[in-house]
């Protein structure tokens, strides 16, 4: 840290695993950050001896960094709040406090990537950056061309009043599931989608996002992104950051 700079209050708090910047924005308007037992305003900096608290809890700086790819299964939810006692951070149990990039919906599956670098999730939650995520997704009727196309030109959403974005679909061998690829996060924007074209959604599966693939990684289980994997992520997020 630069003793005579110091560091923004919202990127020290990303940097340290604890959320996005944005979400540390959230908890600094809502007076849950001090800095030395002074509550923190948007802008406040941080200085190496400082000591940042977050809902009373002292902020430590994350020295080494975690990656995880997480295949969540159905019935665990994206927070990691404690009252929860189907939140995804204690039931992964990990040493080290991550926070996971991007939501998966309770009723949801499949790839969730987890990690304690702040930067990574800051750059991999701006929408504008355009980031692919793929699914695959069976609904309760066939599927047909003419949903498909209407899926791949944009939704509009009346109860987010939105127009979703254009996006790539795919049928499948089964005539009730389907592939598609979103370039953002909309709260359960595929069910909204197909829920506004008269079809229902019986099951949701995360199987990419951007390179990463969620494979044959079985329910519940997590594993370390490779140094392969890592490099081609980080050298992605650099290229489309604005």
Do not use: W
């Amino acid at each position: 840290m630069d003793k005579q700079d110091g560091i923004r209050i919202n990127k020290y708090i990303a940097d340290a695993g604890i959320c996005s910047r944005r979400k540390a924005d959230e908890l600094v308007e809502n007076g849950k950050v001090a800095i030395n037992g002074s509550v923190a305003a948007n802008g406040s900096r941080v200085f190496a001896g400082d000591v940042v608290t977050v809902n009373g809890e002292p902020v430590k700086s994350a020295d080494k960094k975690v990656y995880l790819a997480l295949n969540k299964p159905k019935g665990i939810t994206c927070t990691a709040d404690s009252d929860d006692p189907r939140n995804v951070i204690d039931f992964i149990s990990y040493p080290v406090r991550l926070t996971y990039c991007g939501r998966l919906d309770k009723d949801s599956e499949g790839l969730l990537i987890l990690t304690n670098d702040g930067e990574i999730i800051n750059r991999m939650m701006k929408a504008a950056n355009y980031h692919e995520k793929e699914y695959i997704v069976t609904v309760d009727r066939k599927v047909t061309p003419g949903f498909l196309r209407q899926l791949s030109e944009g939704v509009y959403l009346e109860e987010l009043d939105e127009t979703t974005r254009p996006c790539v679909t795919e049928a499948t061998k089964d005539p009730f599931t389907f592939k598609i690829i979103l370039t953002q996060g909309l709260n359960r924007q595929i069910r909204r989608m197909c829920e506004a074209l008269g079809f229902h959604v019986r099951s949701l599966k995360r199987v990419r996002i951007m390179n990463i693939m969620l494979g044959d990684l079985r329910e519940g289980r997590y594993r370390p992104l490779n140094d392969k994997e890592l490099m081609a992520l980080k050298k992605a997020l650099k290229m489309t950051l604005k």
